[in-house]
C-alpha cells in the first residue's frame, strides 16, 4: 500500500510541475524534491522522465478530460445541456487556476509531438479517445437529425476550440477574454446542436 502511495504521490507531482513548467522545464531532480522522495524510489517505479511523464498523461486524460465529460453528460436531460454544463465546468476550473498551465494534452503536443515519437503516438491514442468519447454522444443526435454538423468533424472542431481557448486564456490571463471565447464554443453547440 505504501509503495503504491510512493508512485500516485511521484505522478502526482509530475503533474503539477509539467503543468506549470513545461516538460522541458521540470526535471527529474525537481520531481524528486517536490515529491519527496529518493531518486532510488523514483527509479522502483519509472525508468526515465518520459515514463512518469506516460503516466502523468494517463492520468490527466483520465481526471481532466474524460471523467468530467462523462460525468456532465450523464446529469443532463440532453446531449446538448451536458456539452455545455461541461464546457462551463471546464471554464470554472481554468479560472479557479487563473488559467495558469492551460491544457497538459495541448502542451504535451506542442512541446514534444515533432521530437518524441512515443508520446505523439500516446497523445494521438488519448486525442481518438477523445473524439470518439464525443462522436458517441453525438451520433445519435445526427440519425435524428438535429445536428447541422457530422458528428466526427463536430467532435474534431470541439477538441480543437477547446484546446485553442484554453491556449488563449493561458496567454491572455484575461477573466473576461476567456469567458468570452468559452462562451463563442457554447454558442457553437447551440447552433449546431438544434434539439
Not at 503533474?15 to 527509479?43: H, M, P, Q, W
Not at 503516466?55 to 456532465?72: G, M, S
Not at 480543437?160 to 484554453?166: E, F, N, R
Request: proline share 3%; charged share 25%.
Amino acid at each position: 500500500m505504501a509503495q503504491q502511495a510512493t508512485q500516485k504521490k511521484i505522478i502526482a507531482t509530475a503533474e503539477r510541475l509539467i503543468l506549470r513548467r513545461g516538460y522541458d522545464g521540470t526535471s527529474l531532480n525537481d520531481v524528486v524534491s517536490a515529491a519527496g522522495v529518493s531518486k532510488g524510489a523514483f527509479f522502483h517505479y519509472f525508468p526515465s522522465k518520459q515514463a512518469v511523464s506516460r503516466n502523468v498523461l494517463e492520468k490527466y486524460a483520465k481526471e481532466q478530460i474524460f471523467a468530467p465529460l462523462e460525468k456532465n453528460m450523464s446529469r443532463a436531460p440532453n446531449v446538448k445541456q451536458g456539452l455545455l454544463d461541461w464546457l462551463q465546468e471546464t471554464y470554472n476550473a481554468y479560472a479557479q487556476w487563473k488559467f495558469a498551465g492551460g491544457c497538459l494534452l495541448g502542451n504535451f503536443a506542442l512541446e514534444l509531438s515533432d521530437r518524441d515519437e512515443e508520446m505523439r503516438e500516446q497523445l494521438k491514442a488519448i486525442f481518438l479517445q477523445w473524439e470518439n468519447q464525443l462522436a458517441g454522444y453525438l451520433k445519435p443526435l445526427a440519425a435524428d437529425g438535429k445536428m447541422k454538423m457530422e458528428p466526427r468533424q463536430f467532435a474534431r472542431l470541439l477538441i480543437s476550440a477547446y484546446q485553442g481557448a484554453t491556449m488563449t486564456a493561458k496567454v491572455h490571463k484575461d477573466n473576461n477574454r476567456a469567458s468570452r471565447e468559452f462562451q463563442a464554443i457554447g454558442q457553437l453547440i447551440e447552433s449546431v446542436i438544434v434539439n
